[in-house]
Structures are given as structure tokens and as C-alpha cells.
């Protein structure tokens, strides 16, 4: 049921919300909405890892959370969408440069968990997260539906098996040569630390609808969330 013709826009601008763990597939299944409707999409982990990015070229640790926090106050950051090869792609701008490779490795995403965690830094990037979600967009993350968009009407909670998040994340980090057994020691100690963190840890929203893609293709998950989507928005 999934074609290519964008679903008109509702009358205000259009909130979509997932969040999950690492390794579920909210990256994937985000951008496909974002095509399908035809919104923007806010990747909000990749503003976390620009922040680690940009604390590590400082000589900023990631353990400081008052001088991360500092960064937030002026954080240029800006998502620039174009098409290649007939699929859109997201390009991450920091102060107009492309980092969107920079903040993809291993380390990165280790800051970025690790930054998460203060904060000072949850609550400097909160505003920035809701600016760029102003005209609409799908927006992923592990708090978008209890922390930064409590109101937002479509919420949706990804979740999956350790076993298949870790296989997925092996997947993306094949050419890195990482062992699929230390990636799967990596998504357990992400998913303590987002999980028992004081502020704004990983739970799901009571009104959020709970998607496992253990065992279902991405493209499945896409198509159930539209079809909810669109069973809201049937007249009655």
C-alpha cells in the first residue's frame, strides 16, 4: 500500500514521533515517512552526535556537562535535504560544513550517548529540536514523545530484540570490521545507559503505539505506520 504519492497534509503541519533503542530501525523507517508524506525529517540523534563532534574538536569532555551545555546556546546546526539516485538523502550542516560523515563512527556514537546524559544538554537543544519541527516533520529519537513533543498526536514506539538490533547495527558497521559480538555488548550498555539516565530516559509514551520489527521488514513497518496514520484521519 506503500506508493509513492505524498498523503496531503493535514491542516496543521504534520507531527510524526518515533522513538526505540538503538539498532530498531527509527532511522529507516523516519526517512521512508519523511518521503512519503513529503515533510522534513529530524534525525535528533544526529544533533546529539554533532554536539559530541564539536565537544571532542574543542578539547570539550564528554563528561562536562556544563561546558557541553555552553555549546547549545550557539549551535548552528541545519539538516539540507537533496535526491540521489532517486531517494532523498540528508545532508547534517554544522556552521554551513557537511559533517554528516564525521558523526557516523563508532566514537561518535559513543559521545553522543554519552553526552545525551547531562542535563545541560537536553535542555539547551530542546528549543533547537522544536524550531526545526515547526512547519511539521517525522522526528526520531528516544524522547520525541514523552520529553520534547509530549502533544504530538502520532507517536510511535520501535522496538526490536537485542539479537536483531545488534545484527542490524553489524550490518551498518561492516566495512569498520567491528565484531558482531562487541556490537552486541555496545547496544546493551547504550540501552543501560539510555534506559537508567536521570534526565529524560528511554520509555516508551503511554499514548505511543508499540511497533517490535524483530521479524518484519522495514518496508512492513513503514506501511503499518501509514496505515494508522490514515485510519486517525478517515472521517468518521
Known amino acids: 500500500m506503500n506508493d509513492d504519492s505524498p498523503t496531503p497534509p493535514p491542516s496543521s503541519p504534520r507531527l510524526i514521533?518515533?522513538?526505540?533503542?538503538?539498532?530498531?530501525?527509527?532511522?529507516t523507517v523516519a526517512r521512508r515517512l519523511a518521503e512519503h508524506f513529503g515533510i522534513p525529517l529530524l534525525?535528533?540523534?544526529?544533533i546529539y552526535r554533532t554536539l559530541a563532534l564539536i565537544g571532542q574538536?574543542?578539547?570539550i569532555a564528554w563528561s562536562d556537562g556544563p561546558a557541553l551545555g555552553q555549546l547549545t546556546v550557539d549551535f548552528p546546526i541545519?539538516?539540507?535535504?537533496?535526491?540521489?539516485?532517486?531517494?532523498?538523502?540528508?545532508?547534517?550542516?554544522?556552521?554551513g560544513e557537511d559533517v554528516s560523515v564525521a558523526i557516523r563512527t563508532p566514537m561518535?556514537?559513543?559521545?553522543?550517548?554519552?553526552?545525551?546524559?547531562?542535563?545541560e544538554?537536553?535542555?539547551?537543544?530542546?528549543?533547537?529540536?522544536?524550531?526545526?519541527?515547526?512547519?511539521g516533520c517525522v522526528a526520531e529519537g528516544r524522547d520525541m514523545g514523552t520529553v520534547v513533543f509530549p502533544d504530538a498526536r502520532d507517536k510511535f514506539f520501535l522496538t526490536a530484540s537485542l539479537e536483531a538490533?545488534?545484527?542490524?547495527r553489524h550490518a551498518e558497521l561492516a566495512v569498520s570490521g567491528v565484531e558482531l559480538a562487541e556490537v552486541q555488548r555496545e547496544v546493551e550498555r547504550r540501552d543501560l545507559r539510555d534506559q537508567s539516565r536521570a534526565e529524560a530516559p528511554l520509555v516508551?509514551?503511554?499514548?505511543?503505539?508499540?511497533?517490535?520489527?524483530?521479524?518484519?521488514?522495514?518496508?512492513?513497518?513503514?506501511d503499518r505506520v501509514i496505515e494508522i496514520i490514515a485510519g486517525r484521519e478517515r472521517p468518521a
Open 165 to 168: 538490533r545488534a545484527r542490524r
Open 78 to 95: 541545519a539538516f539540507k535535504t537533496g535526491e540521489v539516485g532517486g531517494r532523498l538523502v540528508q545532508q547534517v550542516l554544522y556552521d
Open 108 to 119: 561518535i556514537s559513543e559521545g553522543a550517548s554519552r553526552v545525551s546524559q547531562h542535563s
Open 43 to 46: 534525525d535528533t540523534g544526529a
Open 204 to 222: 516508551q509514551a503511554a499514548d505511543a503505539v508499540v511497533l517490535d520489527s524483530s521479524h518484519l521488514e522495514i518496508a512492513d513497518v513503514v
Open 17 to 27: 514521533v518515533i522513538d526505540g533503542p538503538a539498532g530498531a530501525g527509527k532511522s
Open 57 to 59: 574538536r574543542q578539547g
Open 121 to 135: 544538554v537536553r535542555a539547551g537543544l530542546l528549543d533547537i529540536q522544536r524550531a526545526l519541527a515547526a512547519g
